[in-house]
Nanobody, 125 residues
């Protein structure tokens, strides 16, 4: 049984940092591309970052967020700097077996096979 479990969310002041982690079980992370998505209040779920053969970021987080994989620990992290109130959302990690995808491919939620339950990030002004 595949499980993705996110952790590391919380409340942070604008300009602060958080590090999210996604721990995978039931699959070998090195065989999958991993993505981070977020869903803000009243908004659709949106792409944040992905790591397959290449790494991709949404324009809104480029230069502030970094995705990294710990294949030996079967984890994928999202380091977030310079957080803004607009970053407030539930953050989800997801896995897709399509390792050699493109930026466009990774943006679509339907292209992912497995999802975590999400972790809340709240950025206060």
């Amino acid at each position: 049984q595949v499980q993705l479990v996110e952790s590391g969310g919380g409340l942070v002041q604008a300009g602060g940092s958080l590090r999210l982690s996604c721990a995978a079980s039931g699959l070998t992370l090195s065989n999958y591309a991993m993505g981070w998505f977020r869903q803000g209040p009243g908004k659709e779920r949106e792409f944040v970052a992905a790591s397959g053969r290449d790494i991709y970021y949404a324009d809104s987080v480029k230069g502030r967020f970094t995705i990294s994989r710990g294949n030996d620990k079967n984890t994928v992290d999202l380091q977030m700097y310079s957080l803004e109130p607009e970053d407030t959302a539930v953050y989800y990690c997801a896995a897709t077996s399509h390792y050699f995808g493109t930026n466009t491919y990774y943006k679509w939620t339907t292209n992912y096979n497995y999802w975590g339950q999400g972790t809340q990030v709240t950025v206060a002004t």
